[in-house]
């Protein structure tokens, strides 16, 4: 990669980046965390190697580093929630919700996290990315209002712009001739029996091929992975988003 196509990619993400802030001003949610990947973590950094949220972002209480906490993640309701939903949502009088109803959202208990004691509002929107990636951008308010009506009216925008800057910001970096992972149906489908904790000989009978056949499947679409053993290549193929995690779903 050249280094005004670097310049290019980090530039965009920082104009990604001020979008984010700006708009949280436009709302009234102008306090924002984010995170290009919740399970690691590294801050989003910018081309100065700066944390964005020293540079371009602020937080309710500024005393609050969260993202020097290597734990602060697993604490956060906001980013448990961002685990169990692809969607946009809301943070209101202490409760989650969304445009529909949302059983496992809801049932999230917001407990007292550090940044409970502050937000009082708080409109949430997950990116949920390739390879297993989940990042979030948390635009938030210490004062409560009914956040209802700003939220059908912004929350798809804001989702379309968390997707890009997080998406971006992920990419920096990779080349274009990275190699793509391409399963057959047939390894689609050994996988996803063998993520259900199917056997070979189970997989075999359910569909009517030989348990050798099976073997042969599951050899190839560890390879074409890079890599080794069962365990491994249903992981890696969970990550790349061939299995799904709905285990009732047609094998079909």
Known sequence: MTSTTAQAEQDLV?????RVRDEGA???????????????????????????????????????????????????????????????????????????PA??????????????????????????LPGGII????????????????FEREAAGLHALTLKLLAAYNDLGVAADSEEVRLT???????KWAADGKTDADIGQIMKISTPTVRFHMRNAADKMG????PQAVHHATTLGYIGERKSRSRA
């Open 26 to 100: 436009k709302i009234g949610l102008p306090y924002i965390a984010v995170s290009a990947d919740i399970g690691d973590p590294q801050p989003m950094l910018g081309a100065d190697g700066r944390p964005f949220a020293e540079t371009l972002f602020e937080w309710l209480d500024p005393g609050l580093h969260y993202w020097k906490d290597r734990s602060f993640a697993l604490r956060s309701p906001f980013v448990f929630g961002a685990r169990y939903t692809a969607e946009p949502f809301f943070f209101v009088a202490g409760r989650f919700g969304t445009w529909r």
């Open 185 to 191: 149906r047939r390894e689609i489908q050994c996988l």
């Open 103 to 128: 059983p496992r959202l809801e049932r999230i208990e917001v407990l007292q996290a550090p940044e409970r004691l502050a937000v009082g509002t708080a409109i949430i929107a997950p990116a949920h």
């Open 135 to 150: 990042g979030a951008v948390v635009w938030a308010s210490p004062e409560v209002f009914d956040v209802r009506p700003t």
């Open 227 to 230: 890599v080794a053993g069962r």
């Open 14 to 18: 920082r104009a990604l980046a001020v």
